[in-house]
Each structure stands twice: as C-alpha cells, then as structure tokens.
C-alpha cells in the first residue's frame, strides 16, 4: 500500500463562527464522496445548494466525484455539473484546503496521486486529525469491496442495474417536485429492504473498521457504498459519509471536534418549510 500522508490542519478557530455574510455555517472540515457527474443520476442542483450554504477548512473529496464508468459509454454534462467544478475549484483559490481521493469510478485519477492541481491535492488516502486529538483514516473503500476486487465484470454489471434503478429514482423525484413534495430516495429504500444489501453493508463496515485498527487509529471515514453511517466497532468509530446520488449527505467535523451527518435534502425541506411560514405569517 502507499504511504499514508498526515494532514496538518489550520488553527483552530471558533465553534459555530459564520462567513462574513453570516448565512453560511462554517465547519473544520467536510467530507463529501459519491457524487457522479457526468450522470443523470447526480443531485448537482442540491450539491451546488450545500456548496453555497456552508464553508470549511478543510474539504474532502473521497472519490467517485465524476463517473469515469458512464462518461465512457456516453458523454453527458450539464451546466449544473460544471458549476459543481467551478465552486470547489473557487474553494482551493480561496484558501480551502481541498484534498481528493479518487475511488473507483474515478480511479483514472489515481495515477496522479502526490499532484496538485489548482490547489486540489490528490491523495490515495490520508490521516486527518480532529480538534479533540483523534486519528481518522480517510479513504474511499472500494479496495473492501469483495465484488470489486474479485469479480470486476459483475461489479460492471451491478453498476449498469444501478443506473437503471437511479433512472427510476429520478422518475419518481420529478413526479414528487410536480406535486410539491420534497427529495424522497427510492433506491436508499429499496437497499434497506433487501437483506443481502444489509448484509453486505454491514460486512464491508466491519472490514474497513478492521483496517483502522489495525493502522492504530481512532476511526475511519469513507464513501463507496452510498449509505452514510455513524458506527462503533470496539475502540474504532466508522464513518461514511454517504452520496449525493441517493442520499444526498455529507460528513462534517465542527469546530470542536464533533462529527455529524448532514442530510441536505431534509435541510432543505426545512427551510423552505420555514420560508413558507414566514411568508403566511406576513401575509397575515
């Protein structure tokens, strides 16, 4: 395996501080894998709302950001996916350290691993380190995936009946935004229903905890399996922080060392539901 590289974060600085416009809720660090542009499948319109509403020290990319899978079968990129680039690429110029770890659908990228590229490092994995003094492994975890390493035909056809099932997701979305009703993920619900899905997630979980133990530090944090999780396993905490494909979550670090999943889609439901009390209540 290639050597971990330890990152050094800046100061710390103070819990709950806001940007200076003052809307945007800032956190040590964020980690956001799984989001697959060049696909339709890819929530890009609420990623670019996540992007635009909070701000970090540190931002983790944990791979599987593009889709070089479906990109070679077919080209598709929109606008929105572009404006995804132009703001994380904004992030670096400003400032954010922004660190990537390709996964497996981007795995092109991992031939350049110890580059930079317009202030985005690229890092096969990496330790962070918390406010509290706690070691992280972070990586993508597709090197856990039996079906990847053993089988990489089946995990191409697993990956074709994915598509079709987001194809479907995304269906049903666009009925549910007709009639009104918030983000509501079809296959993050058909994935807890059928069994071997649990078992597997529960098995790749135990794996890569496994290997945080055995690297001696206090947890793990990774993406692959689009299914975000906060867990315990003895000494070791495992964390995933999710999609932005079904789920739409992310992984934040806050400023005291507390780690939290964020479910965007519920954050935005929130807040337009907010919005539309004020407006009833002005209206009154």
């Given amino acids: 395996m290639n050597a971990i590289t330890t990152l050094p974060l ?5 819990p709950g501080r806001l940007s200076p416009r003052g809307s945007r809720r800032h956190y040590r660090a964020i980690w956001i894998s799984d989001i697959h542009l060049g696909t339709r499948g890819c929530n890009a319109h609420m990623l670019i709302d996540f992007l635009d509403s909070v701000d970090s020290d540190v931002l983790y990319l944990v791979g599987d950001i593009v889709d070089g899978w479906q990109l070679r079968k077919k080209v598709y990129w929109p606008t929105a996916h572009n404006d995804v680039v132009w703001r994380v690429m904004k992030r670096a110029r400003r400032g954010t350290r922004v660190i990537y770890i390709p996964g497996n659908h981007d795995e092109l ?7 930079s590229f317009g202030g985005v490092e690229v890092r096969r994995k ?28 089946l995990a191409v056809v697993g990956d074709a009946a994915y598509t079709m099932l987001m194809t479907l997701n995304r269906r049903v979305n666009q009925v549910r935004r007709w009639m009104k009703l918030p983000y ?3 296959s993050k619900v058909a994935k807890h229903k059928v069994k071997n899905a649990v078992a597997f997630i529960s098995r790749f979980e135990e794996l890569v905890a496994h290997e945080a133990g055995r690297r001696r530090v206090d947890g793990v944090v990774c993406g692959h399996i689009h299914t975000a999780e906060i ?3 003895g000494d070791i905490t495992y964390y995933n922080d999710g999609d932005w494909v079904e789920g739409c979550t992310a992984l934040v670090e806050h400023h005291d060392g507390r780690m939290e999943i964020l479910h965007w889609a519920d954050e935005m439901a929130a807040r337009k539901a907010a919005e539309d009390a004020a407006r009833i209540e002005l209206a009154a």
């Fill in 10 to 14: 800046p100061p710390l600085q103070r």
């Fill in 184 to 186: 509501w993920s079809l």
């Fill in 126 to 153: 990496f330790i962070h380190e918390t406010a509290d003094g706690r070691k992280l492994l972070v990586l993508h975890g597709d090197e856990f995936d039996g079906i990847m390493l053993a089988h990489r035909w």
């Fill in 109 to 115: 990228f991992r031939q350049f691993t110890g580059l």
């Fill in 231 to 233: 867990r315990q396993f």
